[in-house]
């Protein structure tokens, strides 16, 4: 059982993909304007992750090693077009929004990351556990950029404003560059407060 | 016998310079230009410069765990400079958001002084600009009242921003002692040159920064500037008096740190600034283009750097 929890925590805090593997960054870039968007995006990854890992750790056997990677990535973006569609018949106003960002999940170095450093070694159960893990400390991670985001710059959080009347948004916070400033803040803010509680 | 022979490592030729001369140098050349923006625009230029200056240095202090607040004073001048681009009618938490991010995102996230990439300041005013253009861009700039210090504030555009008629009463004699629209330091080339010639004089400036600077500035508005007067000539000192060229060529080009440090260099940077000025005003969205010039020229300085390095004494060409 310890084994299962260990794979669980490692995914959100000691190897989260965003804060200490800085895998699969155009998403987190890319759609962390709002907290709904990066909710729905962490989601939407998350839901690959858990289905490709448990598929590719299924299959580890019988994937010739020389051809294994165009092997996940056909994995990968099968279930990849599962949730496009899913999202654009029962999410259409999120699936606009993150617009091409979720295709993009086929070539997201994260799930690619852990079908071949984990799921193409470890059974299934492991590779299932593994996947929610990850998939949960990516969400983690997204969401509390974006919130750092929308709130500075729109004032609002999940489009609830929270900041009153009084504040002015730091627009560059929703742009672009400010997803840089923000990830790079954030980076420095997460690594201090994980030193300091001893995860290394 | 042992003081006879003194033998120590080089270097053996000392300065008696160090940052906190150099800063307080800059800082006595920006005092002209800073009575010349209170004399124009009143208190509020006044709140601004001390909000931004007190606020810079407040916030490295805080960082670097010293005591001294002034300390290289490197901070202080950062603050004014950043209080130089802004108009008077900005409010002063604005400044001071501006100037926590020109000292920690532009300077010491980079590892502090001497090893920032872009000039603070300007980094600041970027992320301001970028932020809350409604405070910084358009016809906010407000018009100068001269000697009086509790003015009300009537806005308007910079003489960049306007538009025929409007631009036509705009008079050369103006622009040149300050008397118009614009950020607090920007307006008056008169102070600014005061100013230039003092760090000219001290040694911390080079002319040829400044020099091809203004002088592609000027060959610019000369050719391509527009009819904004009957004479050619005058078309390109408008472009050399109006915005922000003057205190960006004398102040913020030649930050030692951020620009090349060799001859051929220092012409490369300036004509770029000079080109890329031009460039944003004459064709580009915003009215005025100094400040993101600077900051990618700023950007290019090590590669100019490296490409310009003098032959070294009996190097063979290759």
């Known amino acids: 059982m310890s084994v299962y929890l260990q794979d669980l925590g490692r995914g959100i805090l000691k190897e989260n993909p965003v804060f200490r593997l800085l895998l699969g960054m155009c998403p987190v870039l890319g759609v962390t304007g709002f907290a709904m968007n990066g909710l729905g995006m962490g989601v939407a990854a998350t839901m690959v992750l858990i289905c490709s890992n448990v598929v590719v750790s299924a299959f580890r056997n019988v994937i010739p090693k020389t051809i294994r990677i165009p092997i996940y990535i056909v994995i990968i973006a099968s279930f990849v077009t599962l949730v496009d569609m899913l999202l654009a018949a029962f999410q259409p106003d999120l699936h606009d929004q993150l617009g091409i960002f979720v295709p993009l999940i086929v070539v997201n170095c994260m799930i690619l990351g852990r079908a071949e450093a984990f799921a193409g070694k470890k059974p299934v159960s492991r590779s299932l556990v593994d996947g929610v893990g990850v998939g949960i400390g990516f969400t983690l991670a997204l969401v509390l950029l974006a919130s750092f985001r929308e709130i500075l710059g729109h004032g609002t959080l999940f489009d609830i404003n929270i900041t009153g009347a009084a504040f002015d948004p730091m627009g560059v916070m929703a742009l672009p560059p400010g997803a840089f400033l923000a990830l790079g803040i954030l980076l420095y803010l997460v690594n201090l407060a994980f030193r300091r509680l001893g995860i290394e | 016998m042992e003081n006879k022979l003194v033998i120590t490592t080089s270097p053996h030729i000392r300065t008696p310079e160090t940052i906190r001369s150099i800063m307080i140098d800059v800082l006595i050349a920006l005092f002209p230009v800073a009575v010349v923006s209170v004399l124009l625009f009143g208190y509020r230029a006044l709140i601004l410069m001390v909000v931004a200056m007190v606020v810079a240095m407040v916030t490295e202090a805080v960082l670097l765990r010293k005591k001294d607040i002034f300390s290289d004073g490197s901070a202080a001048v950062t603050g004014l400079l950043l209080a130089m681009t802004l108009p008077a009618t900005v409010p ?20 502090g002084v001497g090893h920032n990439i872009f000039n603070p300041a300007l980094v600041g005013r970027a992320v301001l600009v970028v932020s809350w253009a409604a405070h910084l861009a358009g016809d906010v700039f407000p018009v100068p009242r001269p000697f009086d210090f509790s003015a009300d504030v009537v806005t308007s555009a910079t003489p960049l921003g306007m538009e025929g008629a409007e631009l036509a009463d705009v008079a050369l004699m103006d622009l040149f002692i300050g008397n118009i629209g614009g950020a607090l330091g920007e ?17 911390h400036i080079d002319w040829r920064i400044p020099g091809c600077y203004l002088g592609t500035v000027f060959i610019f508005g000369l050719l391509f500037g527009g009819a904004i007067y009957e004479n050619a000539l005058l078309t390109g000192v408008f472009h050399l008096l109006a915005g922000g060229v003057m205190i960006g060529a004398l102040f913020m080009a030649t930050d030692m740190v951020t620009s090349p440090v060799t001859g051929l260099g220092k012409v490369i940077f300036g004509v770029g600034c000079g080109f890329l000025t031009m460039l944003i005003r004459l064709w580009g969205n915003y009215p005025e283009g100094v400040m993101f010039a600077i900051l990618l020229m700023n950007a290019l300085t090590p590669i100019i750097d490296r490409y310009t390095l003098p032959r070294k004494f009996g190097e063979v060409k290759k």
Request: aromatic residues 18%; glycine residues 16%; hydrophobic residues 65%.
């Open chain 2, 92 to 111: 002063w938490w604005v400044a001071a958001v501006g100037s926590v991010v020109a000292i920690i995102i532009g300077k010491q996230m980079f590892g």
């Open chain 2, 187 to 203: 307006t008056s080339a008169l102070a600014l040159l005061i100013g230039g010639f003092w760090l000219f004089y001290k040694g």
